[in-house]
């Protein structure tokens, strides 16, 4: 007996398993900045490109002002203009700057195009690989925490979370980056212009620095709190609407658009809370912006009327200042979506760290199952440390047998077959096939041979014949019409306007439990397992879509390793053994008519849970 490394044995709180965390972790700057490089490094030279052209964007209406200036003086003196040490008459000096200004239009609208789409290159290219290694990251993931995740949260990470990812890349850092560099460069240049009422005009600027930076944190702490409500009643909503049928059969709908309220407006208040902070930034920029173009004109038409600066220059430095405060109140705003959208950064991180993938021996070879004999050898398992659900289960299995695993829910049926398909890892104990523990084994090449039909029956949006080819991406359309022959299926299939292109709706909702059931089989044969595992196959289907399923299932397990988890006889009786679990142990183990001989627990469970039939009434008299 060996003991194999407990690696999908989860605690049961939802916040342990990684699945959502009430309380996220807040990541400096610069850590984000450093997990987003890897993305960036895979496409240096768009990198570059983005750069220098957002560079001379930021930079390129800045010698705009000072051609002001030298207009502004030519045309008011009407006298030959000194331009560049160059004596030039007003009418050309004005086509000269004319040219000049229509050059810098023209150039500035190339780079503008060649700005957005490099940005939105580089963007959609990083989302992409991070949409990808989230997926990658969450199909890796063990079956216990699919468990406990909602859909609705993680649907938000990967769509909601990586465009407001874009965002903080393309109008976050990069707009960033351009109204820094434009700040910078109108800071020199109006010092060049007038350095006295450049200091007089910076000196509003320590009031909006100081706001800006004591509101960061309680914008970005109002933006994780609107993220982490919005998640919930995504989550929330995706339930609701998934489960629409029992809301109504239920008569529930007041109470739940009560809740919807609920939850509703607490993610209003906290977006108010976020709009709150995000206009008492964006008030402080623009009424610095205001009080700074007042100071230029004031002050500066002062000197202009003491002859100790020429109206050019006045006019150049307020179109200068003018262009200091844009930037400034873009800051304020591109500051608010940047906090929202780190909160957003901050979440598909915490989901990549605190989750961890299912641990596959990389090492181990290709299972090729030649018979089909399986053993549980002292199999013990437990969900949550210290309640068992499973203890010390051995079983061994022939090739090509027919196994009904009976119980009452709980006893731990699912929960072995489970282990079978790697789905669990034993806290003790080994799975084997073919003699071959199958935890030293190619997880795919394991899988790839074992067939499931589940309870609930799993469709994707698409045709039949897609659902079907799903087992067998490659099967022809041929194989596909025998293995819907072989599970019952093609006959209703072809009855149907569209025969096997018609299109089955989200989660298989244009087709009966029974059609789906068969469909199901239809796509499991075509598989061509060696294993079976039905699980409840004909649970919930009426007993005409029963005895076709049935019929099938003679067909399709014949040769076949089978184990089905059932609790109507029909299904369990002609099995070639039945094995009886009570609280995680096997209890019985035979066949129908011995079992019913025994007056035991299978006896009890066909007598209270099956109903009384001529065959018990036969078998006890």
């Known amino acids: 007996m060996s003991t194999a490394p407990a690696a999908t044995a989860l605690p049961a709180t939802e916040p342990a398993a990684g ?30 490109l983005t750069f220098g052209v957002s560079l001379m964007l930021a930079v390129i209406d800045v010698p705009v002002p000072f051609m002001l200036k030298h207009l502004i003086d030519a045309t008011l003196t009407r006298h030959t203009v000194t331009f560049m040490g160059h004596a030039v008459a007003p009418e050309r000096f004005l086509l000269g700057i004319f040219a000049m200004l229509a050059g810098l239009a023209l150039a500035k609208g190339a780079l503008v ?3 957005r789409m490099a940005s939105e290159t580089i963007g959609q290219h990083m989302v992409f690989e991070m949409r990808l290694d989230l997926y990658r990251h969450l199909q890796s993931l063990s079956m216990p925490w699919f468990r ?33 560099v434009t700040v910078l460069a109108v800071v020199v240049a109006i010092f060049v212009v007038n350095w006295h009422l ?20 309680r914008l970005r702490k109002s933006s994780r709190a609107a993220r982490r409500e ?31 309220e609920e939850r509703t407006g607490r993610l209003r208040d906290r977006l108010i809370e976020k709009a709150r902070w995000g206009g008492l930034l964006s008030a402080v920029a623009n009424t610095t912006v205001a009080l700074g173009a007042a100071l230029v004109l004031w002050i ?29 109140r873009r800051l304020a705003k591109t500051n608010e979506t940047y906090q929202g959208s780190r909160v957003s950064l901050d979440r598909i991180l915490d989901f990549l760290d605190d989750t961890t993938p299912y641990q596959e021996r990389s090492e181990g070879p290709p299972l090729d199952i030649a018979r089909g004999d399986v053993t549980f050898d002292n199999v013990s398992f437990a969900y949550v440390p210290g309640k068992p659900v499973l203890e010390g289960v051995t079983l061994q299995f022939r090739a090509g047998e027919t196994v009904a695993l009976v119980g009452a829910n709980g006893a731990g049926k699912t929960t072995l077959l489970q282990h079978l398909l790697r789905f669990l890892t034993p806290d003790c104990g080994r799975v084997l096939v073919d003699g071959h523990d199958i935890q030293h084994v190619d997880l795919r090449s394991l899988r790839r041979q074992i067939g499931v039909v589940p309870q609930e029956t799993i469709m994707f949006s698409g045709s039949i014949m897609d659902n079907i080819r799903y087992g067998c991406p490659d099967a022809t359309d041929e194989e596909v019409c025998e293995a819907a022959r072989l599970a019952n299926a093609y006959d209703f299939i072809m009855a149907l306007p569209d025969a096997f292109a018609t299109e089955v709706g989200e989660r298989g909702q244009r087709l009966s439990g029974g059609q789906l059931q068969r469909v199901a089989l239809a796509r499991t044969v075509l598989a061509n397992p060696r294993i079976l595992v039905l699980d ?11 005895a076709l399923i049935q019929e099938a299932l003679t067909r399709v397990t014949s040769g076949r390793t089978t184990f089905i988890i059932a609790h109507r006889m029909s299904t369990v009786r002609h099995a070639d053994r039945i094995v009886v679990m009570d609280h995680g142990r096997i209890v019985e183990d035979g066949r129908h008519d011995d079992l019913l001989a025994r007056n035991g627990t299978y006896r009890r469970l066909f007598a209270d849970q099956l109903f009384e039939t001529p065959a018990l009434t036969k078998a006890t008299a």
Do not use: C
């Open 19 to 48: 699945a959502e965390q009430d309380e996220e972790r807040e990541r400096g700057q610069w850590e984000q900045l450093s997990r987003l490089v890897p993305y960036v490094r895979r496409y240096p030279g768009l990198v570059a």
């Open 148 to 180: 406990q995740a909602r859909t609705g949260k993680l649907m938000l990470r990967l769509i909601g979370d990586i465009k407001a990812v874009l965002d903080m890349i393309t109008d976050g850092y990069l707009r960033a980056l351009m109204d820094s």
């Open 536 to 546: 409840e196959a004909t649970s919930a289907v009426d007993a005409e879509s029963e």
């Open 198 to 217: 450049a200091l007089i005009v910076l000196a509003a600027m320590p009031i909006y620095i100081a706001t800006f930076l004591g509101l960061n944190k």
């Open 300 to 328: 500066g038409g002062r000197e202009v009327l003491a002859r100790t600066m020429t109206k050019g220059s006045l006019m150049a430095f307020y179109a200068l200042s003018s262009m200091l405060f844009p930037p400034l």
């Open 113 to 115: 195009y060649m700005q």
């Open 230 to 260: 919005r998640s919930a009643l995504s989550g929330h909503l995706q339930e609701r609407i998934a489960g629409a049928a029992m809301v109504k059969a239920f008569a529930q709908e007041e109470a739940e658009s009560g809740r919807v």
